[in-house]
């Protein structure tokens, strides 16, 4: 079956960077865009990006540029999400999700990691 | 670009049908057939029930159904169950600088 496994939750100060992984199984990894969405607490879903795992080529939301990188791994199905110049209200769960080509519809998500931006 | 717009609750008795709605633009729901409604349970990912305005992934129960009108999409749950209590999430394809669009959530209460 589909499993995409996060990396663990986060404890981060203002000013610093955060890489997050996603390790996926269960399925062609080249077979979906995999996605990165976060959701601040009692806030709905905010996609920030996906990076293709064929091309390695990504696209990301305008809110986020400059600030996100999002790579893979083919070798061990993994990938990572760097967000840099973390600030206060970038503390939210973020999720992997995978999208067949360009959908919008993610089918399959990770558990979640805990992201905490605080002095 | 703006999030879709979802009313905060809605609520029904165990048996009963809901509708829960997700207002979109012309440059979302509009003008796209990628909606999809997402359900989450306290602590737990979002999990995918409609995809495609009305297609059900494999799994998910046919008391759930899409419907897409213009710029507004709906989520129908047919007989309600108290397992269904959980906050329901859309979202959509956008021709925006965002291409991918989620609205607020709606808290689904089985009374």
């Known amino acids: 079956q589909v499993q995409l496994v996060q990396s663990g939750a986060e404890v981060k100060k203002p000013g610093a960077s955060v890489k997050l992984s996603c390790k996926t199984s269960?399925?062609?990894?080249?077979?979906?865009?995999i996605n990165w969405v976060r959701q601040a607490p009692g806030q709905g879903p905010e996609w920030m990006g996906w990076?293709?795992?064929?091309?390695?080529?990504?696209d990301y939301a305008q809110k986020f540029q400059g600030r996100v990188s999002m790579t893979r791994d083919t070798s061990i199905s993994t990938a990572y999400m760097e967000l840099t110049r973390l600030r206060s209200d970038d503390s939210a769960v973020y999720y992997c999700?995978?999208?067949?080509?360009?959908?919008?519809?993610?089918?399959?998500w990770g558990q979640g990691a805990l992201v905490t931006v605080s002095s | 670009q703006s999030a879709l717009t979802q009313p905060a609750s809605v609520s029904g008795s165990p048996g009963q049908s809901i509708t829960m709605s997700c207002i979109g633009t012309d440059s979302d729901i509009g003008s796209y057939e990628y909606v999809s409604w997402y359900q989450q349970h306290p602590g737990k990912a979002p999990k995918l029930m409609i995809y495609?305005?009305?297609n059900r992934p494999s799994g998910v129960p046919d008391r759930f159904s899409g419907s897409k009108s213009g710029n507004t999409a709906s989520l129908t749950i047919s007989g309600l169950q108290a397992e269904d209590e959980a906050d329901f999430y859309c979202s959509s394809y956008s021709g925006s600088s965002t291409p991918v669009i989620f609205g607020g959530g709606t808290k689904l209460t089985v009374l």
């Open positions: 495609d305005v009305s």
């Open positions: 269960g399925y062609d990894f080249s077979g979906y865009y």
């Open positions: 990076v293709n795992p064929n091309s390695g080529g990504t």
């Open positions: 999700a995978l999208e067949r080509g360009e959908t919008a519809t993610f089918h399959y």
